[in-house]
Nanobody, 124 residues
Framework: QVHLVESGGGLVQAGGSLRLSCVDS????????MGWFRQAPGKEREFVAA????????QYGDSVKGRFTISRDSGENTVHLHMNNLKPQDTAVYYC?????????????????WGQGTRVTVSS
């Protein structure tokens, strides 16, 4: 069973950093691709980053490349999203997802399990 719980969101000034965490309390996501998506008010959910189950392959959305880093600690069933140089346009609810994601890591329908989200607000 996979049960994802995000944490680490909050309010930060532009240029600051945050680290989001996603814990799989069910423990069955070890062989899943793990992804982060975000949804800003009034906008569609968009892909942020993903990492394969081994942890050596990553992919990022264009708007976060060079600023965000995804990592995973398989022993702890945890995935992190390290966010640096945050901008007001990064303000959104961030969701963790897990799934086979065998074709397109940026597609929402590649992921079977979703967390409830954690809110990030970046002030200017």
């Amino acid at each position: 069973q996979v049960h994802l719980v995000e944490s680490g969101g909050g309010l930060v000034q532009a240029g600051g950093s945050l680290r989001l965490s996603c814990v799989d309390s069910g423990g069955d996501s070890a062989r899943s691709t793990m992804g982060w998506f975000r949804q800003a008010p009034g906008k569609e959910r968009e892909f942020v980053a993903a990492i394969n189950w081994v942890g050596w392959r990553t992919q990022y959305g264009d708007s976060v490349k060079g600023r965000f880093t995804i990592s995973r600690d398989s022993g702890e069933n945890t995935v992190h999203l390290h966010m640096n140089n945050l901008k007001p346009q990064d303000t959104a609810v961030y969701y963790c997802a897990a799934g086979p994601a065998t074709r397109d890591w940026s597609a929402m329908d590649e992921y079977e399990y979703w967390g409830q989200g954690t809110r990030v607000t970046v002030s200017s």
